[in-house]
């Protein structure tokens, strides 16, 4: 089943900070992150294995509850290159093994 | 080049010819993944391959479509009787196993006309 995101969008100002959350309906093993340029591929950011583990990548950082079933997505001090479109991608006990990813929340970094 | 491989980039066909997208994945990579984005909107999963296998195609539509991912050669994606809605951008991803971080290649460009 989908993960959920939101916002759908956010637009910030270059220094703000922004959270994008993914939760899901089912027990997580884990919580891949993935970020997409205008016209580019998406590129892996990073991946959380544990309930409660935060990871960071530059001025990204995320957390995973595996309680909640949530994760967050935190960019600080936002940049003009961190615009794009972030997805969450959820990976869950049985059924097919596979990540499935959530529809994207469209970031916008405006001067 | 070690990264996730798709050709053409762009392709351009006329409605009912072939469309046939390649994917060479990452080295050491057996695990396939194929999905399709339309404009401005999220990844949608098509089908997820292991060598010589087809572990689940639950997101490929039922008909003209069909995917493989040989014992030798690329994996291959392929619409047969191509309309105007299947133009999309098609990416393909590679990992080394289920839990592992997705390498997605640079797409294809399928256009219709």
Same mark, same amino acid.
């Given at each position: 089943?989908?993960?959920?995101?939101?916002?759908?969008?956010?637009?910030?100002?270059?220094?703000?900070?922004?959270? +994008?959350?993914?939760?899901?309906?089912?027990?997580? $093993?884990?919580?891949?992150?993935?970020?997409?340029?205008?016209?580019?591929?998406?590129?892996?950011?990073? +991946?959380?294995?544990?309930?409660?583990?935060?990871?960071?990548?530059?001025?990204?950082?995320?957390?995973?509850?595996?309680?909640?079933?949530?994760?967050?997505?935190?960019? !600080?001090?936002?940049?003009?290159?961190?615009?794009?479109? $972030?997805?969450?991608? !959820?990976?869950?006990?049985?059924? $097919?093994?596979?990540?499935?990813?959530?529809?994207?929340?469209?970031?916008?970094? +405006?001067? | 080049? &070690?990264?996730?491989?798709? @050709?053409?980039?762009?392709?351009?066909?006329?409605?009912?010819?072939?469309?046939?997208?390649? %994917?060479?994945?990452?080295? #050491?990579?057996?695990?396939?993944?194929?999905?399709?984005?339309?404009?401005? *909107? #999220?990844?949608?999963?098509?089908?997820?391959?292991?060598? /010589?296998?087809?572990?689940?195609?639950? #997101?490929?539509?039922? /008909?003209?479509?069909?995917? *493989?991912?040989?014992? *030798?050669?690329?994996?291959?994606?392929?619409?047969?009787?191509?309309?105007?809605?299947?133009?999309? &951008?098609?990416? %393909?991803?590679?990992?080394?196993?289920? @839990?592992?971080?997705?390498?997605?290649?640079?797409?294809?460009?399928?256009?219709?006309?």
């Amino acid at each position: 089943q989908q993960p959920v995101q939101s916002p759908q969008a956010v637009i910030l100002r270059e220094g703000e900070d922004a959270v +994008i959350n993914c939760s899901s309906s089912k027990a997580l $093993y884990s919580v891949h992150w993935y970020r997409q340029k205008h016209g580019e591929a998406p590129v892996f950011l990073m +991946i959380l294995l544990k309930g409660g583990e935060q990871k960071g990548h530059e001025k990204i950082s995320a957390s995973f509850n595996e309680k909640k079933q949530q994760s967050s997505l935190y960019l !600080t001090a936002s940049q003009l290159s961190y615009s794009g479109t $972030y997805f969450c991608g !959820t990976y869950s006990p049985g059924g $097919y093994q596979k990540v499935t990813f959530g529809i994207g929340t469209k970031l916008q970094v +405006i001067p | 080049n &070690a990264g996730v491989m798709q @050709n053409p980039r762009h392709l351009v066909r006329r409605r009912g010819q072939e469309a046939r997208l390649r %994917c060479s994945p990452m080295k #050491g990579h057996s695990h396939v993944y194929w999905y399709r984005q339309l404009p401005e *909107e #999220g990844l949608k999963f098509m089908v997820y391959l292991q060598k /010589e296998n087809i572990i689940d195609e639950s #997101g490929m539509p039922k /008909e003209r479509f069909s995917a *493989e991912f040989p014992k *030798e050669g690329p994996s291959i994606l392929r619409i047969q009787q191509v309309v105007r809605g299947d133009s999309a &951008a098609y990416f %393909c991803a590679s990992d080394a196993g289920s @839990n592992q971080p997705q390498h997605f290649g640079d797409g294809t460009r399928l256009s219709i006309l």
